[in-house]
């Protein structure tokens, strides 16, 4: 018997769990305006490299648990990865920099805050403030593509009801995070308590930044 290979099996078993983990990888907030700096935060069992796609400045090499703080000149997706002889892994984080594109913002009605009353369905959507820059402010408003319900839309002490395919510059300058409260009108053949009705409320909006914004 040859002695090396009844050595090699068990030190193969010993590290087959031996591969790198990371337990958590973080970017916020995740949607800013130009000139925000984005905290990413992480927790590996070991040393690690942060790199950005496209290039963005990154702290590169870092220990298996840390912070750093960057400033993205573009959108990017920010890419954590460890290694060892035994393996590999990597997690990645999208950074969004706001530039007057169209977001959807929503709810499922499996959400604790829905309610179902006669003909209205309503939901509160909650946009985390720390997911957004402080700078990011609402412009128009509209419902999504081939949704043919009437809203009803309450959003920083404002209200305003919104017909299919109506755009409104009501909430234009409030700022993006906090409640949306959204309720829709159901359509003939929807009943609540049913699965006829929607399974998501929603809205369209344009995020614009305001830079120094109070």
Known sequence: MNPRRTHSLPLLLLCASCAPSIYTF??????????DSVTLDWNA????????????????????????????????????????????AARDNDVEVLAGRSLPVGQ??????????????????????????????????????EDKHRYHIEHAGLKVDLSPGEIT???????VAGAWALSLTLLDGEKCG??????????????????GAP
Do not use: M, Y
């Open 26 to 35: 973080h970017a916020a907030p995740r949607r800013i305006c130009r000139g």
């Open 45 to 88: 069992s070991k040393a690690g490299t942060i790199s950005a796609l496209p290039a963005q400045p990154t702290p590169g090499e870092v220990p298996a648990q840390g912070t750093a703080s960057v400033v993205p000149t573009s959108s990017a997706r920010f890419h954590l990865e460890v290694s060892n002889l035994w393996g590999s």
């Open 108 to 145: 499922s009605v499996a959400d604790p805050s829905a309610t179902c009353a006669d003909s209205t369905l309503a939901v509160t959507a909650q946009v985390p403030a720390d997911a957004w820059s402080a700078q990011a402010v609402v412009g128009a408003v509209t419902t999504l593509g």
């Open 169 to 175: 510059q009501a909430f234009k300058g409030t700022k």
């Open 194 to 211: 049913t699965q006829s009705v929607p399974h998501n409320l929603g809205v369209q909006l344009v995020a614009a930044c305001s830079i």
